[in-house]
């Protein structure tokens, strides 16, 4: 047996394609070794005579495998493009799959800014006027320049959200879509979209930074005129 496994090696070590390919070729060989082994054995041969009979009969390791490669060519070749179509299959459901949680990813990051921008533009912007109006910020840190920009960056966000709510703004950036969904066609359709979504994403942060900013820097910086305020009549 050791003589016909290193026959078998001697052979099939230089046939390309899949293992799986090489080990169905290899158990034929050796299939087809051993009954005509068989055969010699019934007609009188010793068992290890008739093995090495049964190899002669096949001919030079090197004459089976160019006989092999042209037997079994097609074949190979089928194997080859399963393969290939099998591993672009699982190429392309794992891009789907990754593709859809980023979208997802970015959606949710999005749907987190507009939460906030709206929650401080309906509950902390009022409050902040009206410590405004009691005197929280004086006149001294109003007419500071950074402050200032903030306060009117808050009041000019303040008027985008206002428009918001019409929903004509809403309506256009859903017709804006809309348009790109049904015009653009190219095989990067979902790289576009989803840079688009990220670009929005990193906006809106900015965004909403800078919003808390222009809420907690002001009061922060009158925090000095409160306690000055309050001194007088916390003293006995």
Request: aromatic share 8%.
């Amino acid at each position: 047996m050791d003589k016909l496994e290193r026959y078998l090696d001697r052979v099939c070590r230089g046939i390309g394609g899949p293992r799986e390919m090489r080990q169905h070729i290899r158990q034929e060989l050796r299939e087809h070794l051993l009954d005509a082994a068989d055969r010699h054995k019934a007609a009188g041969l010793p068992e290890d005579r008739a093995l090495e009979q049964a190899i002669a009969d096949f001919g030079q390791p090197d004459e089976v495998r160019s006989g092999l490669e042209e037997t079994h060519g097609h074949r190979l070749l089928g194997v080859v493009i399963y393969k290939a179509l099998d591993w672009k299959e699982k190429t392309m459901r794992a891009k789907w799959l990754w593709t859809t949680w980023a979208h997802v990813a970015v959606i949710a990051v999005l749907a987190l800014e507009v939460t906030w921008i709206a929650f401080a533009r309906v509950i902390l912007m009022p409050k902040f006027q009206k410590l405004v109006q009691d005197g929280a910020v004086d006149a001294t840190t109003r007419s500071d320049p950074t402050v200032q920009w903030l306060i009117g960056f808050m009041n000019r966000l303040a008027w985008a959200g206002d428009l918001l709510g019409t929903g004509w703004a809403l309506l256009l950036i859903v017709a804006i879509w809309a348009a790109f969904e049904w015009q653009v066609r190219s095989e990067n359709k979902a790289m576009i979209r989803l840079s688009a979504l990220g670009t929005a994403a990193t906006g809106l942060a900015a965004v909403g930074i800078v919003f808390a900013g222009a809420i907690v820097i002001p009061l922060l910086l009158g925090v000095p005129h409160l306690v000055q305020a309050a001194h007088p009549a916390a003293v006995p």
